[in-house]
């Protein structure tokens, strides 16, 4: 494989235990792990959060996430992990409020463009301009080649591909299959693949031709450590 495996941990709360506090912790602590391992993205999908405490939770993952980067920016070499960036899934409004790196786009959402569009307006002022950064990442999700192809022409960053495999919690959902994927990665942008992805299967998921691996449980009901080294290996 030439160029690095790309890797997106997508959180869910809801799925660690405790209360709501003792979960918001952990996941701050997931996300620590992630970052001090270089893995490329975090899309903080809270979904059942309001506004406030969508936004509250962001700045705290930012702030860690900014921390970790700093420390490992001081490493050296080969021992340097590359930087993690934040992506708020949907909501431009809190991206751009707490300086969030870009946003997660469902496949019905606004086009990737319209934000460009709206990033840049908000983007204006000084103040907002060394808040936020002026290119924001924009992922999107996508069930079908069509989609990542249209993904692509709206001038998204990247396309988040599902479900690939059969989902232990969803079985009734159909998955697509390798060969989906693998017309899918023949559009322009960066192809990533989610639903079902293990140790086991992710390689044959990059020999399809995605760029890179996206999960929730594989990162967040692991060792986030052993999951990425085994991911780059």
Known sequence: MANRCLLYYITDRRALPGNEF????????????????????????????????????????????DQKNKHNQRLAGDHRPPPTTLLINTRVDVALATAAHGVHLRANDIAPQEVRKIWKQCSAGTLARELSPTDPLIAVSCHSPEEVAAAAGGQATFAVFAPVF?????????????????????????????????LQNAQSCVEAGAAGIAAIRLFQENDMATVIRALRS
């Open 22 to 65: 003792t979960r918001r912790e952990r996941l701050l602590e997931k996300i620590a792990e992630a970052a001090t391992h270089g893995i490329d993205y975090i899309q903080l999908r809270e979904k059942d959060l309001s506004a406030r405490h969508l936004e509250s939770l962001a700045r705290d993952a930012i702030r860690i996430i």
């Open 166 to 198: 059969e989902k232990k919690d969803a079985p009734e959902t159909l998955s697509a299959g390798l060969e989906a994927l693998r017309q899918a990665c023949h559009v322009r942008i960066p192809v990533l693949a989610l639903g079902g992805i293990t």
